[in-house]
Structures are given as structure tokens and as C-alpha cells.
């Protein structure tokens, strides 16, 4: 008989009621219940309800917690248990059960899209140190998982429909880019971190845990979730070289584009000051407006379950 995942819960799935009647999600908790896991699953419903998972999941002394959704998911599990007083080796570990639209995290550390190998992977990987950056804006402070942008980026993330999401996945991030292209306004900011300073205008910014976002933006391609450090890539008001540097995007990826373009940064910490009213951030989906933003990197702040070889960790194993 299989075990009663409400009795004795080592595991419980936090699962975004988006997906709550994936097929695929379903059988792949069954045939891990059937091996022996005692999986919970906890569905949330409306804002609030992934931190409240979180409190009842370290009330009942839960081994791992694992976000089933996208990144925003990942971001307010993660969150939760990071504003937490325990010490990452007194919270549960943090899993993830890709379930998103771009799934940008999952992309960049080579978790498995698939809902039964993601879950096996959390399941029989140990966890291994998680930073995470923490932004303090307008008195409040909030927890990034993966990435915040701002700038171009930002708006196009915001912006995106959802149903063109639905129809075309991580391109509709793209269609919604290039019609913004011809209608670009840079914004005036002032960076500041160790031994580093930078002003000017930007149209668009990362500062990375992870590498990517907004379906597949590559903002800071040498981020590390365990190295201390937070990427930090500013891509300048270009003007002429606006079309030279789509042409580089276009014919050699990405990575090119930023090297040719971009002003780059590995930092313990920023923070950034709106020249010319509240700064628009983007942080792992929520927007959050402010005038000043201190963004600092907390390392190892949780634990979490990634592959031996993914491509954020420093060392890999």
C-alpha cells in the first residue's frame, strides 16, 4: 500500500492552481507515491497563498518543499522560506517542478521540463548552497530567486499578453519586443557598488542570480546561484549602434550582442537611484517601482536541488 502523504509528509508539492489539473503532473506524483515518497500536494489559489503553504510546511517539520509553477512560483516559495529566522540548514530544501510559460531558471540550470524526471531529480539529487539576492526598496524588503531586470525588459515582460503567451510560449516575449523596438526611451539611473560606479541612460538592465528572463532574455550569462556574487549587465542608450547590435543579436546570439554592447559587473551588492522618478524593476515577475533599490547577494541562503552538472553552479559536481 502506498505511503499516506498526509500522515508522514517528507515532501510537499506547493503547486500553482494553474496546474492543478495537469495530467502529466498528476501521474507523475502517483508513480513517485507508488516508489515509496510521501508526497503532499498544497495548491495555491491567489496572492499569499505560497507563503502560507510555506509557514504550514516548516510547522509540520517538512524535508523539502518544492514550487510547481514558473519562475514567479519559484520566487514567492523561495521568498518564503528565506524571510524565515532558521538557518539554511534548519529550513526544508527547495525544489522545482518547471510548470511555466518561459521556465527561465529551469532553462538555465538544466532542470528537467518534464513533470516526473523533475520531480525524480529532487527526489534523488542532494541539495546543494542556493544565493539569493535581497532588494530593499520603499522600506520593504523582497527575496529574488533568479533575476532582476529592468528597462527594456521589464516592459516587455510586463506588457506580454497572456493569451499570446498561451499561443506561442516563450516567442511571444520576442513578438512583444520587437514591436517595442522603434518606441525604446532610455532611463537615466546611477549605479554604485564595491569599486564600481556607472551613470547614464540604460533601456535595459539584469542583475542576476540566474542568467535569464522574459522567455529566454540572456541578461547576465556568467551567473553563478553559488558563488557570493551578483551579475550585474547594463546595456547602454546605443543610438547608431542600435542597428549594428541587433544585426550582432540576429547573426551570432546573445552573448555577443552584451559583449559588443554592454557594461558588465560581478558585485556583492548594488544599488541603483532613478535619475528622473520611480525605477521600474522586474523581480522574477513582480514589478516593483521605487526610486532607490539596494540589491544585495545572500550567499547560500536556502538549499536546493539542481542537477551534478547544471550550469549555475560554480563547481559543478
Not at 513517485?32 to 510547522?59: F, K, P
Not at 516575449?173 to 514591436?179: N, P, R
Not at 556568467?222 to 551579475?231: F, I, K, Q, R, S
Not at 559588443?260 to 515577475?285: F, I, K, M, Q, Y
Request: proline share 7%.
Amino acid at each position: 500500500m502506498p505511503p499516506n502523504p498526509e500522515a508522514a509528509p517528507s515532501t510537499w508539492l506547493i503547486l500553482n492552481g494553474k496546474s492543478a489539473g495537469d495530467d502529466a503532473v498528476r501521474e507523475a506524483v502517483g508513480i513517485l507515491r507508488e516508489r515509496g515518497l510521501a508526497l503532499a500536494v498544497r495548491v495555491t489559489w491567489e496572492d499569499g497563498d505560497a507563503a502560507r503553504c510555506v509557514d504550514e510546511a516548516l510547522a509540520a517539520g517538512v524535508a523539502r518543499v518544492v514550487a510547481g509553477g514558473g519562475d514567479g512560483t519559484l520566487s514567492e516559495v523561495a521568498a518564503a522560506l528565506a524571510a524565515s529566522d532558521r538557518s539554511a540548514d534548519a529550513l526544508p530544501t527547495l525544489g522545482l517542478l518547471p510548470l511555466g510559460t518561459a521556465n527561465d531558471f529551469a532553462a538555465a540550470a538544466g532542470l528537467p521540463l518534464e513533470p516526473l524526471p523533475a520531480l525524480e531529480l529532487v527526489a534523488a539529487e542532494p541539495a546543494r548552497a542556493l544565493d539569493l539576492l535581497r532588494i530593499e526598496a520603499d522600506g520593504r524588503e523582497r527575496w529574488c530567486a533568479n533575476l532582476a531586470s529592468g528597462g527594456f525588459g521589464t516592459e516587455v515582460t510586463v506588457e506580454t499578453d497572456e493569451g499570446l503567451k498561451k499561443l506561442l510560449g516563450g516567442l511571444a516575449y520576442l513578438v512583444t519586443g520587437i514591436a517595442k523596438l522603434g518606441k525604446i526611451e532610455p532611463v537615466p539611473v546611477r549605479l554604485r557598488g564595491p569599486e564600481f560606479t556607472w551613470e547614464g541612460g540604460l533601456i535595459a538592465l539584469g542583475v542576476g542570480n540566474g542568467r535569464q528572463a522574459g522567455g529566454g532574455q540572456v541578461l547576465c550569462p556568467d551567473a553563478h546561484v553559488d558563488d557570493g556574487l551578483l551579475e550585474l549587465t547594463v546595456i547602454p542608450e546605443l543610438s547608431g549602434e542600435l542597428l549594428a547590435t541587433l544585426g550582432t543579436l540576429v547573426k551570432d546570439g546573445q552573448r555577443a550582442a552584451l559583449e559588443r554592447s554592454a557594461v558588465r559587473a560581478r558585485l556583492p551588492w548594488v544599488e541603483l537611484e532613478s535619475a528622473d522618478g520611480p525605477l521600474a524593476l522586474n523581480l522574477d515577475g513582480e514589478p516593483v517601482q521605487a526610486r532607490r533599490f539596494r540589491i544585495e547577494c545572500v550567499p547560500g541562503r536556502l538549499r536546493m536541488h539542481l542537477p551534478a552538472d547544471s550550469p549555475l553552479l560554480s563547481q559543478p559536481s
